[in-house]
């Protein structure tokens, strides 16, 4: 099985004087394919779309890169519900003072404010082919960009909240 390459995000003196999900336009630069993120992590991106298209493979985002505060809330209230469900494994976030559950059938998605597309250094990327999903974990590192976490958790079980398609820019 071909390594995963997953590193812990860090946020410049930038976004740090910045909100998450607030960041200001202009700070902001439009991607290959649409959507946005923050300046340096876009013109990484957009080097890595290129190189990779290169190699014969297309980088396509399966959603937009920055995702407001107003957008993470509407992603959060589809997906998750302030009662436990019917949903195995259990996954289950905090906000506005209750414990909320993931619904069925649903991917899991930050707390409005936390998430990695609210600093404009994630970008979820189209990896039903796995020649792309192998391209990435090869080349991706070399652009910055890394899974926020692994397949399996220490014990050896799935982990609930592994997204093969979320890739983040670390290299701040």
């Known amino acids: 099985m071909l390594p995963e390459p997953v590193k812990k995000m860090t946020l410049d003196a930038t976004l740090r004087s910045n909100g998450n999900g607030t960041l200001p336009r202009k700070i ?3 991607l290959i394919g649409g959507g946005q993120l923050y300046g340096p992590a876009a013109r990484f991106y ?3 779309v290129k190189e990779a298209e290169k190699d014969g493979v297309e980088l396509n985002p399966s959603a937009s890169g920055y ?8 992603l959060f209230l589809d997906r998750f519900v302030p ?3 019917t949903r195995v494994p259990k996954v289950s976030r905090q906000y506005q003072g209750k414990t909320w559950w993931l619904k069925r ?3 899991p998605c930050a707390t409005p404010g936390t998430s990695p597309h609210g600093w404009g250094l994630a970008q979820d990327i189209d990896v039903r082919d796995p020649r792309v999903f192998r391209w990435l974990c090869r080349n991706a590192p070399q652009f910055g960009f890394y899974l926020q976490g692994t397949r399996l958790l220490p014990n050896g079980k799935q982990n609930p909240e592994y997204e093969a ?3 983040q820019f670390c290299n701040l």
């Open 46 to 48: 957009n080097l890595m």
């Open 28 to 30: 902001l630069e439009p």
């Open 105 to 107: 059938g649903k991917s």
């Open 83 to 85: 009662r436990p469900t």
């Open 67 to 74: 995702r407001s505060l107003e957008q993470q809330r509407a």
């Open 165 to 167: 398609w979320h890739w």
